[in-house]
């Protein structure tokens, strides 16, 4: 048996090694790759979408819907499949019109996500560019509980050129969210930015916390525009799901910022979301430094979603 | 939950499975097509799971129907013993420097991973163990890292080696072996800056580091929650700087951690922890075969108990107490025999999972189907095989007594070792049940928990 184990892991690692020396095609390499529009296409379909971890519901969902058109519309050319295709996810992917109004308005941004998603460097990303646009602009620290997290912020806020207000280890984060609210006012803030500690969605006492200070922030800030944006890492696979599920019942989830976008990974998880929850992705993360936070464009999304490295020799798995 | 829906698929499946004695082609692959989604939903990699899929349908097709068990559940049996052994039969302990000499362990991966925090939690675990530790701070790049592990070194009370972030990675490498040497340390951790697996320039600093110290064990970190990226990932990892073993990270969500099978298909290097909480203390060795059920979405029965056992807030008191009745060999094969036929008179395992607080687990509701009367029949089977001796004392069990045994239950070796490991690892559990159900039916010390 155990020769036979091997032999299943050499031929996968084998396999899986094709793809290395690959070029990067476009688009197009999954479509015109087809003569007819036969069940090898819509299983190619499959592969793709679930490689960029779009999760099975969702692949599902979007291929019931091609198979519909194709037959509804008489389409016979995989050429033709295409445009449906890419045309159905971005305009699901589509952002609102109103989006990024809280940018221009008086508003309360609040950051959560579970750990190491990316929240604090996002937070900074978010304090240079609404700095760089003239906003004035404050921090709130609330994560008092990972080691050296404040400091880590700090460095941030200064980086952007804006305060911060709280950040002491241990002390607590409710009462950082108060004193920053007040702060604001006093200040006339323009966009009050709220970084919190990462806590995995399915620690109940730890999401109470947040409803906390989710409460605080409705009944100290009422006037304020409320941008409430859940952090996921582009990278994470159909947990994702779960956490936008279990973070919007913190707080009305208003966007997702959709980060380390400059990775391999396609991020395809935040399409499930979009089409569960209906929460559209504001931004993508993509990189360390200040400027690596762009707006969400939802044609680039799906390109690079069906932007595919292809085997040379078109080499699959081998056939066991 | 999403998970339970899932199970609730898979049985309703099996009820219009019908194959009776052998395993028919189109039973099974009713079956597999369920488990296929099952694992594509917990992350396994696309192709992971096809060849997979494959070779398990080879396989199962033809394979008798174990009695007792319907075809969905046989299918299952072989899925859940290929992954298994696909994830690798043994929990596999990082490889020390011999004596007191030092061992450099290097940990990578991408960013937010968990290594800064794995790095404390590691050094704890050394240290318990009598090692002197050092950690250095080589990641001169994310704002705060120094500090933070600076920080969590405080908290462990272990030495955290640092040169500011001004210099480069390999020098602080370089520097920090030194001091470890003349300050007599047993184990060296390194703390990187996380990165991407494509950044040419940031990957070469790992092998520069490497070509320029000695590094004996290079840890990768990966997040339990990556999805099918994490083949590529590992796989850079692995071959631009060489990766010994691998700590899963994030292990305390809800996860199913597909990407554990993924990466240990691609690179086929062990696992060797599971971080499982924010605590410094929340470090876990790696077991595969617990890693397995939880991926296909089983419940993790093992691990639950464990954190089960972990949650309460047993006075320690007492528990020394049960620790020392256990310690006097109190639970030995004959204890097991006895508790397989209490359980049988308890209401089976999930009546007694029941008792537990904190039961909403995935996954729960199906675990009846999961004690396999036939099983426990066949580890009935091995006690039996066994001498009073051996019963009485397990340590006596070496190789050719084992042989004897499988001949005896007519079973093959590897089912005896199989059971003798998850019968050591109940005894451990031992130590910690007796007191929770104690207040539940005066079975005080009595319970055993067989599996
Ligand atoms: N490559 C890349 N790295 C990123 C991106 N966003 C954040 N990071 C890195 O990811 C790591 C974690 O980011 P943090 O901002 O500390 O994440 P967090 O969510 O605040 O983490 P916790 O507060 O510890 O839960 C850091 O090393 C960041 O530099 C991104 O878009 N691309
Ligand atoms: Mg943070």
């Known amino acids: 048996m ?143 509980f990972r080691a050296a997290a404040g400091e880590q912020l700090s460095e941030w806020a200064n980086r952007a050129g804006v305060d911060v207000i709280g950040g002491r280890e241990g002390s607590d984060p409710s009462s950082v969210i108060f004193d920053a609210v007040n702060a604001a006012k006093a200040r006339h803030i323009d966009v009050l930015l709220c970084d919190t500690a990462g806590r995995l969605h399915n620690k109940k006492n730890l999401m109470e916390e947040l409803k906390k200070m989710n409460r605080i922030l409705d009944r100290e800030f009422p006037g304020a525009h409320r941008e409430n944006l859940v952090v996921l890492d582009g990278t994470t696979g159909q947990n994702a799901l779960v956490q936008a599920r279990e973070f919007a019942k913190v707080t009305d989830l208003t966007g997702i910022i959709l980060t380390k976008m400059d990775g391999t990974a396609k991020g395809g998880i935040a399409v499930a979301v979009q089409s569960e929850l209906g929460i559209p992705v504001k931004y993508i993360g993509v990189g360390e430094r200040m400027e690596d936070l762009q707006k969400f464009d939802a044609d680039q999304f799906v390109n690079a979603l069906f932007d595919r490295k292809e085997e040379e020799e078109g080499g699959r798995i081998e056939e066991p | ?36 989604m099952a694992l594509l939903e917990a992350d396994v990699n696309f192709r992971v799971v096809k060849q997979f899929v494959k070779s398990v349908e080879e396989r199962a097709i033809g394979q008798d129907v174990m009695n007792g068990l319907n075809p969905g559940q046989m299918v299952i049996k072989i899925v ?82 640092s040169m500011g972030t001004g210099h480069k990675p390999v020098n602080i490498a370089r520097a920090a072996v030194e001091h470890a040497g003349k300050n007599g340390c047993n184990i060296l951790i390194l703390d990187t800056a996380g990165r991407l697996h494509i950044d040419e320039e940031m990957m070469a600093e790992l092998s520069e580091i490497k070509e320029n110290v000695t590094v004996h064990q290079t840890l990768l970190v990966v997040d339990a929650m990556t999805g099918q990226d994490a083949v590529n990932v590992a796989r850079e990892f692995d071959e631009k700087v060489g990766v010994d073993g691998v700590i899963l990270s994030k292990m305390d969500g809800d996860t199913r951690g597909g990407a554990a099978l993924s990466i240990k298909a691609v690179t086929g290097k062990p696992i060797l922890y599971v971080s499982v909480g924010e605590k410094l203390s929340d470090l876990e060795q790696f077991y595969p075969d617990r890693m397995a059920s939880r991926i296909l979405g089983m419940g993790d029965v093992l691990t639950l108990i464990d954190k089960v056992s972990a949650n309460l807030d047993i006075d320690a008191d007492r528990e020394k107490e049960m620790a020392a009745k256990m310690k006097k060999g109190k639970f030995d094969f004959d204890d097991y025999l006895e508790s397989m036929k209490q359980m049988r008179n308890m209401g089976g395992l999930s009546g007694i999972l029941g008792m537990f607080p904190g039961r909403a687990v995935p996954g729960m509701g199906d675990l009846e189907s999961m004690v396999d009367e036939k099983q426990l029949a066949r580890t009935e089977a091995i006690v039996l095989s066994m001498t009073p001796q051996e019963r009485r004392n397990p340590k006596l069990l070496n190789p050719s007594r084992k042989h004897r045994i499988a001949r005896g239950a007519g079973v093959d070796i590897s089912t005896v070792n199989r059971f003798i490991k998850q019968f050591e690892q109940s005894q451990k559990m031992m130590k910690q049940l007796p007191g929770m159900l104690g207040s539940k039916g005066g079975r005080k010390g009595k319970f055993r928990f067989p599996f």
């Open chain 1, 2 to 144: 155990s020769e036979e184990k091997r032999g299943f892991f050499a031929r996968l690692r084998d396999g899986l090694s094709k793809t290395r020396a690959n070029i990067v095609h476009g688009i197009d390499s999954v479509f015109s790759g087809f003569s007819s529009i036969d069940e090898a296409f819509y299983e190619e379909l499959e592969e793709v979408l679930i490689m960029g971890d779009l999760g099975v519901g969702a692949t599902e969902e979007i291929l019931d819907r091609l198979r519909r058109q194709v037959k509804e519309q008489g389409i016979r050319k995989p050429e033709d499949c295409r445009q449906l295709l890419t045309d159905s996810i971005k305009e699901q992917m589509h952002v609102g019109e109103t989006a990024y109004d809280f940018e221009q308005e008086q508003s309360v941004v609040f950051v959560i996500g579970v750990n190491g998603v990316g929240k604090t460097t996002s937070v900074g990303k978010l304090a240079g560019m609404l700095k760089a646009q003239g906003r004035r602009v404050l921090i709130a620290a609330a994560d008092t």
């Open chain 2, 1 to 36: 939950m999403a998970f339970e829906s899932l199970t609730d698929k898979l049985q309703n499946v099996f009820k219009n499975l019908r194959s009776k004695g052998r395993l028919t082609q189109d039973d099974v692959r009713a079956a597999l097509k369920e488990v296929r």
């Open chain 2, 80 to 161: 859940n013993e290929e992954m298994t052994a696909l994830m690798g039969s043994e929990t596999t302990e990082i490889a020390l420097q011999p004596g007191k000499a030092l061992t450099v362990i290097l940990l990578c991966g991408l960013q937010g991973a968990g290594k800064t925090t794995a790095a404390a939690k590691l050094a704890g675990k050394f240290q318990q163990k009598g090692k002197k530790v050092l950690l250095a701070a080589c990641d001169v790049y994310r704002p705060a890292a120094i500090e933070q592990l600076q920080r969590n070194g405080e908290k462990q009370g272990t030495e955290v080696f």
